[in-house]
């Protein structure tokens, strides 16, 4: 057994296999054979998800399975985008993105300081997220009962400072 070469899937290694259900795209056939060739690559499914963002190189050229990813996934983006500062990695493939934003008090005339966390689906193309990192996220169908967004776009964060920004 310790002399067995490891299993070879489409020209990859099997180790993006990490769940107990087999992971697989699902517009992307597996077991195309060619006349006496050996497939060369890996075949992958990859979309632009249109409204200027562009699709990251890991999509195109990683090995990760992620079904709610928009970039190779079913998920469309549509409705809002907005904008965030990354809050919370705690979770898996999911964020928590904080957005701050002023509210006008008529009887003062002045504004305060509110904010709203929002649950985002982040998919493994963004693989050095970070806390503090400002991120853009579309809306999408429900992923999971608090999850409705998804990130499309990461800017790396310049400061670890904590202040308000207005997002």
């Known amino acids: 057994w310790a002399s067995r070469p490891p299993l070879l899937h489409l020209g990859h290694t099997m180790d993006h296999q990490v769940e107990r259900a087999y992971q697989k795209q699902a517009g ?17 499914y990859v979309k632009n998800i249109g409204l200027g963002f562009k699709t990251p190189v890991e999509a195109k050229e990683g090995h990760y399975i992620d079904k709610k990813c928009p970039f190779t996934g079913d998920i469309s983006i549509r409705g809002r985008i907005l904008t965030g500062v990354v809050k919370s990695l705690k979770m898996k493939r999911t964020c928590i993105i904080r957005r701050d934003y002023l509210h006008y008090i008529p009887k003062y ?5 509110r904010h709203k966390n929002l ?3 982040i998919s493994p193309c963004f693989r050095d997220v970070q806390l ?3 991120v853009t996220v579309g809306q999408c169908r429900p992923l999971s009962k ?13 400061s670890s400072k ?4 207005k997002f």
Request: charged share 35%.
């Open 162 to 165: 904590k202040q308000f920004k």
């Open 28 to 44: 992307v056939f597996e077991n195309k054979k060619t006349l006496g060739k050996a497939v060369k690559g890996s075949i992958r």
């Open 109 to 113: 005339n002045r504004y305060e300081k």
């Open 119 to 121: 649950a985002a689906h």
């Open 132 to 134: 503090g990192d400002l």
């Open 146 to 158: 608090t999850v409705r967004f998804n990130v499309v776009r990461v800017a790396k964060s310049g």
